[in-house]
């Protein structure tokens, strides 16, 4: 299964690409948010994606779908076990960055969702009652991607505890306890994500 490919961009299309690789031309859809990423980039270009590979019986040709981020594949993942959306109608909804749409589902904004290519009240509900709880590291998403690598403990702390406390429920207190926990139990952890799964990583435990 295809996971992860490198190569050189041969053709950009409306919603896919080509892309060379190991002198093999894969086909890759890619979400709206993705492709306007890669609008600076032009045939001949290097250029790396995650792959979400997608084959069932009924639907036996292979299927390629690329994201510039492993967590962004994650989310898709997540996304299309709701009920009624599949890997084709996920990739037309994906219309906005990851972030935003986590935030609404853990803030129950169904009226957002609404606002996705293909989504309507009826599946809306669907996304909030199965994701709802399960998404709020993905809101942390753009933030780490632009955060340097010289960014201090401080900065990516104070992200952590504003999904705790505003989108999660906890008191700031709590909230300052459990990101205490984590760094004690983590010295090596150096981005909001991996702060955030080990925070809860010890809530499980």
Not at 28 to 37: G, N, Q
Not at 76 to 81: A, P, V, Y
């Amino acid at each position: 299964m295809i996971g992860y490919l490198e190569g050189k961009l041969l053709r950009v299309e409306e919603d896919r690409i080509l892309l060379l690789a190991n002198q093999i031309g894969y086909e890759i859809l890619l979400p709206a948010m993705v492709r306007e990423s890669i609008d600076a980039k032009k045939p001949g270009d290097e250029m790396a994606l995650y792959i979400h590979y997608h084959q069932t019986e009924r639907q036996p040709k292979p299927i390629l779908i690329g994201f510039n981020l492993e967590v962004e594949r994650e989310f898709f993942r997540h996304f299309i076990s709701v009920e009624d959306i599949g890997p084709m109608k996920a990739v037309q909804a994906l219309t906005v960055p990851v972030r935003e749409i986590a935030r609404a589902i853990e803030s129950r904004d169904a009226a957002y969702l609404k606002r996705l290519k293909g989504i309507g009240n009826r599946t809306a509900q669907k996304i909030l009652a199965t994701l709802e709880g399960k998404v709020a590291k993905f809101a942390l998403i753009r933030e780490v991607e632009k955060t340097d690598e010289a960014a201090s403990l401080e900065d990516f702390t104070e992200q952590v505890q504003e999904v705790l406390v505003k989108q999660l429920g906890h008191k700031v207190r709590e909230a300052r306890e459990m990101i205490a926990g984590a760094l004690k139990r983590n010295a090596d952890i150096t981005t909001a994500e991996e702060l955030f799964e080990e925070v809860y990583r010890g809530e499980v435990e």
